[in-house]
């Protein structure tokens, strides 16, 4: 039996708008998909919002009432233990996938006028998303946050079968299926409308913004009442807020595009240096190599290359992450964009809490977020973090530590809703 298709209601009414936003992954770790469909539901929308529902999703997703989540259900445990090769596994994998999107999308949801897909992942995802909106006569919109193809190629090489399959398959799907597309970058704007990809429907750029949760420091009463509670700044609270010891935060998913080598040789050698100040690193996330920079932390300790250096691995609420980067001196970023226009989300919330930063910087698109000498200073090698890091730190660095925090400050006043509303309430109809 086909799927209930969408009537259209006349006159459309902002309560009457119906969105379903779907991402293949963790709804807790996609905040940009969660900030869409508390954008929508602000406005009087409804929200299906469909993912796998693994870490808690934003406190304010849980209380609305206009927006149900409809997990999918992950693929067995067996297709992702890694003992079953990945020729065999891969598209086992993406043939649940499909039974399980097409039954959510198709048949638990009530048809909606627009579906709002993320990419990446792009297999299967674009492909069920462009048939559920032909048999439900929904609006598509794609969400281009980076590219699958360009992410696999970091890991099978630019020349694996596979990756070339996957190339054809997402340029073939953007140029049939969108009503219109979304871009975090302007920078990817201008690479979707050119070959190999020749998009022609509308293509808007939404910057990514914080949300209301990351806010800049209000006194440094409460820097020492989260740094207190806190078990893994607690005992050393008091050093860290008179300046003795310097806290700095990463934010990771612990996966190839991120090398977080760079930043463990660079407090290596800022250990070497005897710099001035001690570092306590806290980073956070979840993900596939974390396991395997644990235990290089730990063999570096245990060589005595990282006196006066404390690395810590985290994973922390909502809220106690948007009170950690808004406590700390300097938020450090290690995404390397597999495409070159993309942009990291951590970024703009270390901004949001006017925390500023020192990124990699060797992609394209980076100019479009940090400003080099104003919120944050940028880098592609180890050697040129560790210089950052002894520049800052030092005495003589306090004053340009503080200028790139005023920076930062001001691009927090840079929120996500009134750059949603002006991009986009119109384009879905909930703001006339």
């Not at 992942?121 to 193809?149: C, F, K």
């Not at 022609?200 to 420091?217: E, G, K, N, V």
Request: one cysteine or more; a neutral charge; glycine letters at 6%.
């Amino acid at each position: 039996m086909l799927p209930s298709r969408y009537v259209k209601h006349s006159p459309a009414s902002h309560e009457s708008v119906s969105v379903q936003v779907l991402v293949l992954g963790d709804i807790g770790r996609s905040p940009r998909m969660q900030y869409h469909s508390l954008s929508v539901a602000r406005h009087g929308g409804r929200v299906d919002l469909i993912g796998y529902h693994e870490s808690p999703p934003h406190p304010d997703i849980l209380a609305n009432a206009r927006i149900k989540i409809y997990p999918l259900a992950p693929p067995p445990s067996l297709l992702k233990s890694g003992s079953i090769l990945f020729i065999i596994a891969g598209p086992l994998k993406v043939l649940w996938q499909i039974w399980t999107l097409v039954r959510v999308l198709g048949y638990q949801t009530a048809p909606a006028r627009w579906l709002l897909v993320q990419n990446p992942p792009s297999i299967p995802t674009l492909a069920i998303a462009l048939l559920i909106s032909v048999l439900r006569n929904t609006h598509l919109m794609i969400d281009w946050h980076n590219y699958g193809w360009t992410i696999l190629a970091g890991t099978k090489g630019h020349n694996h079968p596979f990756v070339r399959i996957s190339k054809a398959y997402e340029c073939a799907l953007g140029q049939a299926a969108p009503t219109a597309n979304i871009t975090v970058t302007h920078a990817m704007k201008r690479q979707l409308e050119r070959a190999p990809y020749n998009v022609t429907a509308p293509i808007l750029t939404l910057h990514d913004r914080p949300a209301s949760i990351f806010q800049p420091l209000k006194s440094s009463l409460d820097r020492r009442d989260f740094l207190e509670k806190l078990s893994e700044t607690r005992d050393l609270a008091s050093n860290i807020i008179a300046g003795q010891t310097r806290l700095i935060v990463s934010s990771t998913s612990w996966t190839p595009d991120e090398d977080f080598s760079l930043l463990l040789d660079a407090l290596v050698r800022y250990a070497k240096d005897k710099a001035d100040h001690p570092i306590v690193a806290i980073i956070t996330g979840r993900g596939p190599q974390k396991a395997f920079y644990e235990e290089k932390i730990q063999n570096l300790q245990r060589a005595g290359k990282l006196p006066n250096i404390r690395i810590l691995t985290a994973w922390l609420t909502m809220e106690d992450y948007a009170k950690l980067l808004r406590c700390a001196d300097l938020g450090i970023c290690l995404h390397m964009s597999s495409s070159g226009v993309d942009l990291p989300m951590k970024v703009v919330d270390m901004f949001g809490s006017g925390l500023p930063v020192a990124a990699y910087s060797g992609y394209e698109s980076f100019s479009e977020l940090v400003k080099e000498g104003v919120n944050g200073c940028g880098f592609e090698t180890a050697d040129e973090l560790t210089a950052i890091l002894e520049r800052l730190f030092s005495e003589e660095g306090s004053a340009e530590l503080q200028n790139l925090r005023e920076g930062a400050k001001k691009e927090s006043d840079l929120r996500w809703d009134e750059e949603w509303d002006q991009v986009l309430g119109r384009v879905l109809g909930v703001i006339d």
